[in-house]
């Protein structure tokens, strides 16, 4: 979300306020309320705005200037042709929708309007729904901002952080992504694993996921299939996929699987040996064992020292996108 109204922001869902979304400035909801993130007809608007600022801006007006012309997609000339009562049955390249369209006098670009902003129907921004649940002091709502500001020591202050305000109110901590919502309304149970960890994604889907990548590349049917009709190199691929031409068989989603728990139990033992750590207790010196035998229930798994070693030294660098064929490319070559 953006702090002020309007932008690209995306517009959320309604969200039915409780005791732990409120603040101690005055709240303007009560707790059963349901507060809405978009500007309605009946609003007063932007709290910041004076009340002519309000009426001014309440809806998009023109400014009679306009943005340099860009060429339409090839979705907005289907779309155009298809109004004009063009048949488009399949498919067409670029070259044909342009010829198209220039021979039914459609414009091939577009140059939008430059508008002023209004804010009925435009998300509210952070600044609007943190005052309406009383989060933030009104008499200085100027000094609030998306991200926590730094003093001139570089030390954050998060209580004039929007960002970090609604992210400890409760219907935004239990907010579910998407992708949960959708596998939980199908009946399903989403578990999210950690980010940046793809080594303990799932049932080792990263590995099976690297070794496709690993014989899209080095492959000669599959390399060969690039070069040929679109939809028999698809179906190649799909074929690979869903384990239809051989080459995923279940001995290597096993052994996927069986990699991905590995690391799931080296990344338990480094917890359990840390929260000793801070527990006061004595180690016993492991750093000399070769391996570590863990009962995984009926499975024994033997947890060898420089796999726990390679995952300490993975958490300490910088996060970022990590693939398991670039993380651990010697194991997937021997699937």
Known sequence: MNKNFGGKQQKLHSSVITAKCLGPYSPKLLPGDVQTF?????????????????????????????????????????????????????KKKRIELVELAAHHGISLAHAPENLQEGWIG???????????????????????QVNAPCDAFGAEDKSLSLRD???SCEDFENEQSQLEWVITE??????????????????????????????YRTDWSIREARYQK????????GDIMNGNDGRITVKVVRKSARRA????????????????????KKQEDQETDDEYDIVWGAEQISITHALIEKVIKQIRKKKTHRSPRDLDCAFINTL
């Open 122 to 144: 435009k998300a509210k921004g952070m600044l609007q729904i943190a005052w309406e649940r009383g989060l933030i002091n009104p008499t200085k709502w100027s000094e609030y």
């Open 38 to 90: 978009t500007f309605e007809e009946g609003d007063e608007g932007p709290f910041y705005l004076d009340q002519r600022m309000r009426e001014a801006k309440k809806y998009d007006s023109s400014t009679g200037k306009y943005r340099k012309a860009k060429p339409l997609t090839n979705s907005e000339l289907t779309e155009k042709l298809i109004a004009k009562g063009i048949n488009i049955r399949t």
């Open 261 to 280: 728990r590995d690391y799931q139990i080296a990344y338990s033992l480094i917890q359990k040996k840390q929260e000793q750590q801070e527990k006061g």
């Open 165 to 167: 305000i609604l992210a």
């Open 186 to 215: 199908l009946g399903g149970c989403c578990q999210m694993s950690p980010k940046y960890h793809p080594e303990i994604a799932g049932e080792g889907i990263e590995y099976l996921w690297g070794y496709i990548k690993k014989l």
């Open 230 to 237: 679109e939809a028999d190199f698809l179906r190649l691929i």
